[in-house]
């Protein structure tokens, strides 16, 4: 039975996102599960960012806003939001991505239920536009470390961790990818990733075109598992073997 009183700390880093920041902090606001803190982490942006979101802190108390002194990228904000985390539970959501009202309770029935520890969910894209996508990204049930290797199933926005469980992490401090190489990690040290198959968030493709994007991821994650993770050449070839083609049936198929 879920425990209503049970913290979520909601973690959002911000650069330049005053076109999509209100509606993320809104459908968080939106949530019937209420007991949450957002903690958004402004990346020194240089447009009317900090602003909308102090309109919003004026509302609701639950939003705080820490100020980076420098552009120092994704995984630090969300590492200095981590440090300053109070909850039990952690869940991330980007500034231009958006949930669906009933997440996070579906989501933490889901967990203290079972008693999982690293949950993610189904979720579909939207367009820069705002237009939705009927397609929806299913999840596995279950999700090991030797099969994440395999493709980046799960979707940032959908991820709630138990600190209980799991324990405290932070995440590698590389500019690109840092949220797939964290699960990756708390994978490998023998945490199981739970995937609860309902579409519960909207995940928002800008600037660019999606192939442009998975160019790009592509060519990353190569170097994250020669550089960061270090696996043998030869099992480098067998799992991107094997993330190129869970790639292509994701998006394309």
């Known amino acids: 039975m879920l425990i209503e009183n049970t913290m979520v700390s909601i ?20 949530q019937t599960y209420i007991h949450w803190e957002m903690i958004i982490v402004n990346d020194q942006s240089t447009d009317s960012t900090e602003n909308i979101i102090l309109k919003y802190i004026k509302k609701d108390y639950r939003i ?14 969300r590492n200095v939001a981590l440090a300053s985390a109070k909850g039990r539970f952690i869940a991330f959501l980007d500034s231009d991505d958006i949930w669906k009202r009933e997440k996070l309770k579906a989501q933490l029935e889901y967990m203290i239920n079972n008693n999982y520890g690293f949950t993610f969910t189904s979720y579909q894209y939207i367009l820069d536009d705002n237009n939705s996508k009927e397609r929806v990204f299913s999840v596995p049930n279950t999700l090991n470390y030797s099969q994440a290797l395999k493709n980046t199933v799960i979707g940032c926005l959908t991820v709630v961790i138990d600190k209980n469980i799991v324990g405290d992490f932070r995440m590698p401090l590389v500019r690109k990818g840092q949220d797939n190489l964290t699960w990756l990690m708390l ?12 579409n519960l968030a909207k995940y928002r493709i800008v600037n660019g075109s999606l192939s442009r994007n998975k160019i790009h991821a592509l060519k990353r994650q190569w170097s994250n598992y020669r550089k960061i993770i270090r696996l043998p050449l030869y099992q480098c070839i067998y799992y ?14």
């Open 11 to 30: 973690i959002t880093p911000a650069y330049n996102c005053e076109k999509y920041i209100s509606k993320t902090i809104e459908s968080v606001i939106r």
């Open 240 to 253: 991107y073997f094997f993330y190129i083609i869970n790639n292509i049936k994701k998006y394309y198929l």
């Open 187 to 198: 994978l490998k040290e023998g945490n199981i990733a739970y995937g609860l198959n309902e």
């Open 64 to 77: 705080k806003l820490i100020n980076l002194e420098e552009n120092s990228g994704a995984a630090v904000a």
